[in-house]
Each structure stands twice: as C-alpha cells, then as structure tokens.
C-alpha cells in the first residue's frame, strides 16, 4: 500500500478548492474597491452563472441550503414532494416553512426518480452525485401534466448539468464543482419568482430602503468576496470539468469492477459501493485516507415522517464517496482505488442494491 | 454649501469599512492556505473577539439576524419580549420560530428599557444606536428576580460596549463598527448554550460527520475569508473606536443645538432629530449626501401584531442618522452639519419626542 506519488498531504481530504489566478485577481480587485459585503461582482457573478446555464435570472445567496429555502418559499408551495437520499439541507427549508412534505425513493444508479405527483404544489429533484436526475424533456412532459406544479432542481452536486426545471438551486461550499468557500444560487426564467427570492434574500426591503419590510425576509447575501471568486470559478468551469472527467477515467481505470456505479454526467465527489461502508471508512481513515457516506437518507433521521425507504437505506449502508477535487494526481486515485481493492478483498459476492 | 474638503465622493456614503494592512494580509494568508470556507481564522476570531468582551465562547455565523435567530432558538424560548424600535432582523429569528412576542418601548435617548417581564422565558435587549440599554448591574437584579430568564443582548449597533447578558449577538455587516463585509457572531459564557449554538449554525452534524442530523439546523457558518478580516478588525477595534469618537466630536462641534441627542457609548452612526426627517433626508440626498431613517417601528411592520407604541412612531417621524465612518475628514462633517442647519431653518421650535 504504498503512498508514492502523494506529494502534499499526509491526509488525503475529501475536496480542495482549484482557485487559480483568475480567482485571486478579482480577490484583490473587491478589497481594493473596499467592497467586502455588497459589492460589484455579485450581480456579475449571477449573470455569467444564469448565461452559463442558459437562464435569465440569477438570486446569489450564502448557501445551498438557502436556496433551496428561497426556492421553496418562493414557490407559495402548500404540499410539496421531496428526495429520500440526499443533503438534509435539500428538504430543510420545507421543514421550516412548515409544509406537508412526501418523499420520493430517490438513488443514484437509476435515471429518474419515482415522482408520482398527486396533490403537489411543488416537486424538489436532486441530481444526485453527478447524474442527472430526470431524463431529457421529462419536466416538460410533468409540467403538460399538472400546469400549476413548481419544479425546483436541487443542482448542488451536478454543476454543469443544464437544469430544466423552475428554479435551480445551487451550492458552491468548499467541496462543490465550483466554489465560493460557502455561497449558493437560484437561477430561473421567471420574472416573479426571481423578484421574490431577490426580496426574501436581502430582508425584504422596500425599494426605497425606508426600513420598512413588507414581509419577514432572510439575511440570505452573498458577499463580494464570495461573488469574486465565484465569477472566475464560472470563467474556468469547462477547464474544471475536464480535469475531473480525468479524475473520473482514473478511479474507472484502478478499481475493481464490483464496486463501481454508472458513469456520471459531470464528476462530483466519485461514488461506489461496498460490502460495508462503515468498516471501508474507518479502514481508509486508519490509513491516512478521507471519504465520506452516502446521505442518510431523510427516512431515517431522527426527525423524520415515518416513511419506510428500504432503498435508500440500503444505499446508506453500501455506498462511498472517494476523495475527488482537481490537483489530485493519477498516483493519488490509485492509491485510494488499492485501498478500496483492500477493503472488498475478504468478500467473496459482489453488492447487490 | 460649499463641498470644499470632500476629495473622494461624488456622493457622500453612510458608511464604508476601514481595511488595513493587517486584514489584506489575513486575507493573503487565507487564500494561500487555499482555506476560503471552512478555515483556520474562524477559530481564532471568534477566541479574539469573545475575549475582548470577556466572555467565554464564540460562536462566528454569517449574519447578526443569524446570531440573534440562534441566541433564540437556543434559548428554548416559547414566549418572548423583545424591543419594538430596532431592526427587523433583531425580531425576525423570533418570527420563524413562531413565538409568541411582546414588544416593549424603546428608545435612543433613555437610558433603560421598560422591560415588564411576566411569563416570558426570554428578553433581547437592542444596544440602540450606540448607547447602553440597561443601567449597569441591571441584568444582574433582573436574573435574580426571574432565575430562569435568558437575557439576550442585540449588540449589532454597539460593539465595545461590554454586554451583561447571557449571549451577546452581533453583526459584522458593512457599515457596523468593525466589519466582515457579511457576518455574525454569538458570545456567552454558558457552555451549553455554545454547543447548541453551534451545532444550529454548522447543520446539526453529529460528531462523526455520518450525515445523521440529531435535529433540523441551519446553514449559518462564517467563512475564513470573512474570520480573517474579522480578526485584524478586533484587533483595531481600540484605534477604530477611537477614531469614531473624534468624528462624533465634530459633529457635537458643528451640528446645532436642537437637532442634538445624548452623548454615546460608542459611535455607530451619529443619530439626530429633525422637524422632519424624510425631507431633511430628501434633500440631503439632492445635495449628494446619504443618510438613514430610524428604525421603522415593529409595531407598525405589515406583519405586525397590533401594539401601539406612540414613541417609537414619533422616532420614526423624526430620527436620522447620518454618514459615519473613519475616513471622514472633519470638512466632511462639518459640511453634512450645514446642511442639516439649512433643514431646520424654517423650523422654529425645536423637535419633542
């Protein structure tokens, strides 16, 4: 198990920022303007994102989880149908707003989700660990169906996959695609939805900044800092892509068959499955290696609804996401591709989910 | 009106943060270390800045309205009463949680809250516009008479004075005394309430990071690039407050009489009142300067429960803030001080509230 090759660490992490020249240099340029919080890059970074993603409007905010709560609130959504396996921050804002919430089987090996929309105002897909989440053109087919359902896209680990539904939301933590340290977004086509958010986000000040709210808002800014960096992640997305499709073609090349799940649409974190994820993890971590979990699935948290997801669960007790962020070496996938051969060496079947 | 010494401005601001060397370089370091979320400075800041209060812990967020949602969410609070003449962020955390909320009268030039605790489990006390809202030792007297009272201090507006209660938020938003462009942060002594606190702010993870949330939390971390300015800003607190308190002596120096309220503790933006402060507030804007109205009262928020507070409306009528920040040169005072002359000249008798 030999660790050539690992020139930087003496840990291997799960993700790294890739912040390059470009990232620096609008750094610099916030500070010299002495624009720390508000500030000229956030309306451009949310520009260049929406253009990227071939959307009109984009509502930048401090965090994934913010904006999924924007996005949901912003839907007037009543009853509103969710992911089983994902982030707790996808379903949070529905928990704070109080909603009647169903969950949907979601997993990361099947396209599509199991959506059966009855009574829904809105409908939260997740693309889960760089796959997309539906097929080409399926939300216009669901939006035929039902004309008034909200369809909101949870794109936190799938930067790069062009969203179809209302409102994309976005997370650009240390560990995403691109970054902004912490930082989120919606993007959306429509003028009304966009202005909300807008409002929700920055405390739902009147135009005139008379300091009256015509409604309980959020302190849910982006500062210019975060938006700094932002603008130049986007300006460099298509360099970050590639570099990960080649982290990805590594992993494919150096682990063993069982353990892999199929091919993503863009690289997040890379995920497989494992006779044990538990044991995986503590053996790559005694050997100086991070990972993480799959999500706990929503269904079993302490504070769920009761609903039985035996998919799901099964996925939480199999499923691995190996360290994956741009300056990895081939050296370094390999390494933890002979950890996981290790790990799966005593088993003699292959893992079925 | 002569704009003679205002070399930078076209427009006057109300604010505008004060970087020096040492916060560039924190930032430096920050993005050398390639740590621009999760980071090394957020420790240290909140350590700096709890003992500068002489508190025990720090718990950094990304706004003051975070802070103040945290401080009463960990509370445990059902009932609460909280100031009625603030801003709307101070209240808000209270809104979410779905409280039941009395309002108490507070104002800018009394010394002291009407503070009538009877069932509630919990109080917030707004430092208004630099001044002290209590008389010292009064929070003291007041846990002794009510044991299991949580007292919250909303110290947003008065960093440097020294808070009494049991957690102290703040805001680190631009214009606040020392800044980090966005950002927040709880003081208590009280470990529990540090814990919880925290595990709110950071998602509720557990210890092991399995992606098993005990409770629903929030996305409210701070980030290292914020943390790194905050810490050289606490550092600089003495020489900034300093400076403050030269700009507040040259607006008692050439503002008139009339429009002049109590000395401060500390200087956040220099308060007056005015016969009329959205015209005087009109006209200064036509002139090239900004100004700020007082708090629009709680009580008359469209989402308001019905109080009727006569003081706090008669703020709102008459209260203004004006430009304050460390870079004013005397000259830029001296010339907002005129204009404010010319606002009350047709006025003859001076403003009563």
Redesign the interface.
């Known amino acids: 198990m030999s660790r050539v090759g690992i020139s930087k660490f003496i840990f291997l992490p799960m993700a790294?920022?890739d912040?390059g020249e470009m990232?620096?240099g609008n750094?610099n340029e916030a500070?010299i303007d002495?624009q720390?919080?508000?500030g000229r890059f956030i309306g451009d970074f949310e520009r260049a994102w929406a253009e990227y993603n071939k959307m009109l409007y984009g509502v930048a905010c401090?965090?994934?989880?913010?904006a999924l709560h924007l996005a949901i609130k912003a839907s007037g959504a009543k009853k509103i149908l969710m992911p089983n396996l994902t982030?707790?921050?996808t379903v949070?804002g529905a928990?704070?707003e109080g909603l009647d919430i169903d969950y949907m089987e979601s997993s990361p090996d099947v396209p599509g989700n199991k959506c059966e929309i009855t009574d829904h105002d809105a409908v939260v897909f997740v693309h889960l660990y760089g796959r997309k989440a539906y097929p080409d053109g399926y939300v216009a087919e669901l939006k035929a169906r039902f004309p008034k359902l909200i369809v909101i896209d949870d794109m936190a680990e799938a930067h790069g996959i062009m969203p179809e539904g209302d409102i994309a939301c976005y997370s650009f933590?240390?560990n995403k695609i691109i970054?902004?340290?912490?930082g989120g977004m919606c993007l959306t086509n429509n003028t009304k939805l966009a202005d909300e958010m807008r409002s929700l986000a920055n405390?739902y000040f009147d135009k005139e900044?008379?300091?009256?709210?015509?409604?309980?808002?959020?302190?849910y800014?982006?500062?210019?800092?975060?938006a700094a960096?932002g603008l130049a992640q986007v300006e460099r997305i298509d360099f970050i892509l590639e570099k990960r499709r080649k982290i990805e073609g590594w992993y494919d090349k150096y682990l063993p068959e069982g353990v892999k799940l199929p091919k993503r649409d863009v690289l997040w974190f890379y995920d497989i499955k494992v006779p044990n994820a538990k044991k995986a993890q503590y053996y790559l971590k005694s050997q100086g290696c991070d990972s993480?979990?799959?999500?706990?699935p929503m269904s079993?948290?302490?504070?769920a609804n009761g609903m039985k997801d035996t998919t799901g669960e099964k996925w939480?007790q199999h499923g691995l996401l190996l360290p994956t962020y741009n300056n990895m070496t081939e050296g370094d996938v390999k390494w933890v591709a002979e950890l996981i051969t290790h790990t799966i060496s005593g088993y003699k079947r292959p893992v079925v989910i």
């Open positions: 790294e920022p912040l990232e620096r750094l500070v002495n720390i919080g508000v401090n965090s994934g989880t913010s982030m707790a921050g949070w928990h704070y933590y240390g970054t902004t340290g912490e405390m900044r008379s300091m009256i709210h015509p409604k309980v808002g959020y302190n800014r982006m500062t210019n800092l975060q960096i993480r979990r799959f999500f706990y079993l948290q302490p504070w939480y």
